[in-house]
């Protein structure tokens, strides 16, 4: 087979793995002239973004939002005809239940919970006031000290202390990365935070410069309906172009092809993996979703949800988003019923215990009565969150294999898909010089 795109026999790449970042690439590739076959474990495409349904309600069974920095997320739904669908979440913004005290409203303005003004009231009331003098040493140091410093905890502890790393970066980054600051590579969670610390001279100034970057509005937003919709038009997309085998786990990947669980072998020009092959390490995400009668709920409370720092006597769920306050059309299919997502390290195994756990939680964190007998509906997802969050760099791959994916480009559906837009381009690119040179050589 040949394409205009390449003056010899069209390349062929084998694409391991059809979650979102495998989907990407599979579709630049395919774009770029490629003959693509993905192999995806499963039985269905879309990995951690996909649907499940509660209580008869379809909602997202993992991702259920995107950052919109760098308008990546946004553009991708817009080629695939989903602009119109593009929604931002209420304006109630996020609370942090901290180790001990009542919940509090998250400061408006930080990246990964550094806050952007340490002396702002609502920094003052989560790390108090020692806690902010001491972030705000941060616009007395030179923009070199921490600039170096590719841990995004031990970035944060010299610039700004311990308090604003532990009651604020912890609690919101874990959530974010299921990883402890010390486990985060800056470079990955926060592209541009150091270079903009060195040219802005301290770290709360660039946050605010990263953020004055991000397209107005929200941080996040939503796809009307569930983030399920992207992968669902992803694989629409692919459909015809792009050779899709569902039900087929890869074994085995050197530079000539994979190898399938049932010993198959198939050779290829390149293989990119977009999967955890290895025995996955990241950390277990539990997620427990009810859907409650409570009209206490319908004032919102807790804004869209809450996040809880590690070690709350009494509360064991990470965070609990109410999907119902945060997105308009949730709360329009959910008619007078709620909608809660709690996420859990660790949960209990039986099904009951977590829906018991669940809505105690429920009750503590938002601050009301959630009786038994108004619980109408649960259901359980596990998930594991990315087993390489550590820097990028100790990792190698064999040539002729690529690496696309959360383990390698940090999680987020953001970071997920510029990476492997990135990556694709560069396979492209050396597919296409390959190609070039043989012209040259005949
Ligand atoms: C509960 C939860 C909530 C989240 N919420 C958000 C959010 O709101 N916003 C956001 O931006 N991000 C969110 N994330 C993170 C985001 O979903 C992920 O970072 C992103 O979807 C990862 O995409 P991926 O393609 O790298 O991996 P995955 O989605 O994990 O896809 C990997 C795919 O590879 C397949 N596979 C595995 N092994 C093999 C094999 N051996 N052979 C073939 N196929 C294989 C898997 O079945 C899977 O389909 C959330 C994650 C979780 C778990």
């Known amino acids: 087979m040949t394409d205009p795109h390449f003056a ?109 003004v340490p002396l702002a009231r609502d920094v003052i009331d989560i790390v108090g006031l020692p806690g902010a003098l001491r972030a705000q040493l941060d616009a007395l140091m030179s923009g070199f000290v921490g600039s170096r410093e590719r841990n995004l905890g031990a970035l944060v502890r010299k610039r700004m202390g311990r308090a604003v790393l532990d009651r604020l970066v912890v609690p919101v980054a874990g959530a974010i990365h299921s990883a402890h600051p010390d486990d985060l590579d800056v470079d990955v969670v926060a592209p541009r935070l150091r270079a903009a610390l060195l040219s802005e001279g301290s770290l709360a100034k660039a946050v605010l410069t990263l953020r004055a970057a991000a397209p107005a509005g929200s941080a996040v937003q939503g796809i009307r309906g569930g983030m399920f919709r992207l992968a669902s038009a992803l694989a629409e997309d692919l459909d015809g172009r792009v050779s899709l085998v569902l039900g087929a786990r890869v074994v085995g990947v050197d530079d000539s092809g994979v190898t399938l669980e049932d ?79 709690l996420s859990y390290e660790a949960a209990p195994d039986a099904d009951d215990d977590l829906r018991e756990l669940a809505r105690r939680d429920a009750e503590r964190l938002l601050g009301t009565a959630i009786p038994d007998d108004h619980v109408l509906a649960f259901d359980r997802q596990r998930w594991r969150g990315p087993s390489v969050s550590r820097l990028q760099q100790e990792r190698g791959a064999a040539a002729g294999v690529s690496e696309v994916g959360e383990r390698v480009s940090g999680a987020g559906l953001a970071a997920v898909i510029a990476h492997a837009k990135r990556e694709s381009g560069n396979l492209l690119q050396d597919l296409r010089a390959e190609a070039g040179l043989g012209l040259n050589e005949s």
Request: net charge neutral; glycine share 14%.
């Open 8 to 116: 010899f026999p069209t390349p062929h790449v084998i694409v391991v793995g059809g979650g979102i970042a495998g989907l990407v690439t599979a579709r630049e590739l395919a774009d770029g002239g490629v003959r693509v076959t993905l192999f995806e474990a499963s039985d269905r495409l879309g990995g951690k973004v996909g649907p499940h349904t509660v209580g008869g309600i379809q909602l997202d069974a993992g991702a259920e939002s995107f950052a919109t920095r760098g308008g990546t997320v946004a553009a991708l739904a817009t080629e695939l005809g989903l602009a119109e669908s593009i929604v931002a979440p209420a304006a109630g913004g996020a609370w942090l239940q901290p180790r001990s005290g009542e919940p509090l409203p998250l400061p408006r303005t930080g990246l990964l919970g550094i806050p952007a």
């Open 263 to 341: 010993g198959s072998r198939h050779p290829s020009d390149r293989v990119v993996v977009a999967a955890e092959l290895n025995e996955p390490t990241g950390a277990p995400i539990t997620l427990a979703t009810l859907v409650v009668e409570a009209a206490a709920l319908d004032t919102a409370p807790r804004g869209t949800g809450i996040l809880v720092a590690a070690g709350t006597p009494g509360v064991r769920a990470r965070a609990l988003t109410h999907a119902s306050a945060k997105w308009a059309w949730l709360a329009e299919r959910a008619a007078s019923a709620h909608v809660l997502r």
